[in-house]
């Protein structure tokens, strides 16, 4: 018996030491896992978590990024915070304000008898309340910043008004303007009212003057006066201005990378990315202000370079927010500080992304200049970005807004149609034609089908914006049977030689004309599919395809 236990001991100690050491590895794997998931985890993106950016952006076999004409949502877009001007609260003119306001004018005697409803005062400030209050009913979906006084219209009770306000959906702190024409009639108390509201930018007499160029050469002035210019908008590149402004200062330099000419949402990617860097580095951001504009969006069908950042994005509001110099004015500084003095500018060189902002983060030199010289995808700037210093460096996506000059595009747009409209986002194209990713998307954006699926989610006759890929303008005919169609191509007198935007970009390019790009037109549809009551969707309305394809949804 006593051999017997003693034969059997040793195989129970094995299997206790077995036990022991299967559940010591399954909680040292269990602790991995946790310190893992610890280290890797990053907070959201204003826009989406970096982590799904990345892997969006990055699921190629040279991690480049997807062909994508879509736009992202930009800081004017994705701000938590109440829209604030650079100098504190914009203030609205609501109610309360009118009321206060025509407590003011109680005592004025009124007209007497109304013998005259056929003339009207313009200037009286009770006709000002009057449209005041009939906006704030008739325009619930943006708010009203200020007036200015109503002045005479074509007929005696017409008054041509002027006000500038923002819509309640972008949360920016910028202003637009409308004028519109009134026809004033008086109610039985001789106080006035409301009869009729022109449309938008109808009161043309309330509008700013414009400024009369001289015809070259001849001294006449010429038969057509210019838009006038938005005077809000200052995009002016700012200049450093003395030696020791130049030599104080501290700079991050990156030289092109293979992010150039490539899709808009990777360049925006790589952008923010440097610009981050730079804020973590303390430092000021030299930059390019021409972009390459990839083939997908442009006419030719081929990669156009030369596009200034500023047809696309507010430079204004950039340089606001973020520490910035142009790099042409910097090689100018730069050049002039090597010619005037024997002590050169120090200069840190960096080959490509591997030396992380973290080990850069003490050094003192004045210029610190990434070079970004190895193959693709080595030389892609968002990849100073990743790994370790995802933890460090934050993209600031409140930076970056849409170009003021195409959001007032936009917003004639939207005032068009009085802001109360719906909107459909239908995407065709290249997914449409591809059956292999997307099986059931061409026949789900069929005329027909637009027109069964749309009656259930729209209310008839209402006006319907299609922001679209789709080329062909005829496409939606079918639709105009049942809703108020408006398509991008019917405003093109916006963007056309007599426009605003027309002579502004022309001004930034030289006296050249711009192009009136691919990447502009999504912009633009994007914007005011983005301001619309009602929003379908051509994923998860429309069709029941993915977004990115078969089995991503």
Request: with cysteine.
């Amino acid at each position: 018996m006593k051999d017997l236990n003693s034969s059997t001991d040793p195989i129970g100690q094995n299997i206790i030491k077995l036990i022991s050491n299967v559940c010591f590895s399954v909680f040292v794997f269990s602790v991995l896992i946790i310190t893992v998931i610890a280290i890797t985890y990053q907070p959201p993106d204003p826009w989406e978590s970096s982590r799904a950016l990345t892997r969006v952006f990055t699921e190629v076999e040279n991690a480049t990024f997807k062909t994508d004409t879509s736009v992202l949502k930009t800081g004017e877009d994705i701000a938590y915070a109440p829209a604030m001007s650079p100098v504190g609260t914009v203030a609205s003119i609501t109610e309360d304000v009118i009321e206060k306001s025509e407590s003011n004018y109680k005592n004025m005697s009124l007209k007497s008898g109304c013998e005259d409803a056929s003339v009207v005062n313009c200037s009286d400030p009770r006709l000002l309340i009057t449209i005041q209050r009939f906006n704030l009913r008739t325009f619930r979906s943006i708010v009203f910043l200020d007036y200015q006084t109503p002045v005479n219209g074509s007929k005696a009770n017409e008054c041509d008004v002027a006000w500038r306000f923002r819509n309640k959906r972008e949360r920016s702190w910028r202003k637009y303007r409308d004028f519109r024409r009134f026809r004033i009639g008086y109610k039985d108390d001789c106080s006035y009212k409301v009869i009729h509201a022109g449309r938008w930018h109808s009161g043309v007499n309330a509008r700013r003057p414009r400024i009369r160029n001289n015809a070259t050469g001849s001294g006449q002035r010429a038969k057509v006066a210019p838009p006038v210019r938005d005077d809000e908008i200052n995009d002016t590149i700012p200049v450093l201005g003395s030696d020791s402004a130049f030599r104080n200062g501290k700079y991050l330099y990156y030289s092109r990378g293979g992010d150039y000419c490539k899709g808009m949402n990777h360049y925006l990617w790589s952008f923010l990315c440097a610009l981050g860097e730079a804020e973590y580095l303390n430092r000021t951001f030299v930059m390019d202000l021409s972009i390459c504009l990839a083939s997908t969006y442009t006419q030719s069908n081929k990669d156009e370079e030369g596009k200034d950042f500023r047809f696309y994005f507010d430079f204004e509001h950039l340089k606001e927010v973020a520490s910035i110099v142009e790099e042409e004015e910097f090689h100018k500084d730069w050049k002039k500080w090597d010619k005037t003095h024997k002590q050169k500018i120090s200069v840190r060189k960096v080959a490509g992304h591997k030396v992380t902002p973290m080990q850069l983060k003490k050094d003192k030199s004045t210029i610190i200049w990434r070079q970004f010289d190895a193959p693709e995808p080595e030389n892609y700037w968002y990849r100073v970005c990743e790994g370790p210093a995802a933890k460090y460096i934050q993209r600031p996506w409140h930076a970056l807004w849409k170009s003021k000059r195409l959001m007032n595009i936009v917003t004639a747009i939207s005032g068009s149609m009085d802001w109360d409209f719906d909107a459909v986002h239908v995407v065709r194209g290249e997914k449409a034609q591809n059956k292999e990713l997307w099986p059931h998307l061409d026949a789900d954006t069929s005329p027909d089908a637009l027109v069964a699926k749309l009656q259930g989610l729209v209310t008839p006759w209402r006006h319907l914006y299609v922001a679209t890929n789709e080329p062909y303008y005829n496409y939606f005919d079918k639709l105009r049977s049942h809703y108020k169609v408006h398509l991008l191509d019917d405003y093109k007198e916006l963007w056309g030689n007599t426009s605003e935007w027309y002579n502004e970009t022309s001004l930034l390019n030289g006296g050249q004309p711009v192009e009136f790009d691919g990447y502009m037109r999504v912009e633009v549809d994007t914007e005011v599919f983005y301001r619309a009551k009602t929003r379908v969707e051509t994923f998860y309305n429309l069709t029941s395809d993915c977004k990115n394809g078969v089995n991503t949804c």
